[in-house]
């Protein structure tokens, strides 16, 4: 498995961190039970995030990997 880009870490860091403050800013709890499943399930959204960012070069690498079909060159005769 490759490791994550800057990108991705950023992307899934910064999606925890806002993700975290905006449902306990919207639910207003003050459990400690529903602080942990709020923390959970922010960490679950970053992980889920990181891992759709795409990867740079994947679509380089297949499509350098993939053969390409040259034209085939018939000659006529008028």
Same mark, same amino acid.
């Given at each position: 498995?490759?490791?994550? +880009?800057? @990108?991705?870490?950023?992307?899934?860091?910064? +999606?925890?961190?806002?993700? +975290?403050?905006?449902?306990?800013? /919207?639910?207003? +709890?003050?459990?400690?039970?529903?602080?942990?499943?709020? @923390?959970?399930?922010?960490?679950? /959204?970053?992980?889920?995030?990181?891992?759709?960012?795409? @990867?740079?070069?994947?679509? @380089?690498?297949?499509?350098?990997?993939?053969?390409?079909?040259?034209?085939?060159?018939?000659?006529?005769?008028?």
């Amino acid at each position: 498995m490759p490791r994550p +880009t800057a @990108a991705q870490l950023a992307y899934g860091s910064c +999606t925890v961190i806002f993700s +975290t403050l905006a449902m306990l800013l /919207l639910s207003q +709890t003050s459990s400690g039970v529903g602080v942990a499943v709020i @923390a959970l399930a922010a960490l679950a /959204l970053g992980l889920l995030v990181a891992l759709t960012v795409p @990867a740079p070069g994947v679509r @380089a690498e297949r499509a350098s990997a993939e053969p390409v079909a040259e034209e085939e060159r018939v000659p006529t005769t008028l």
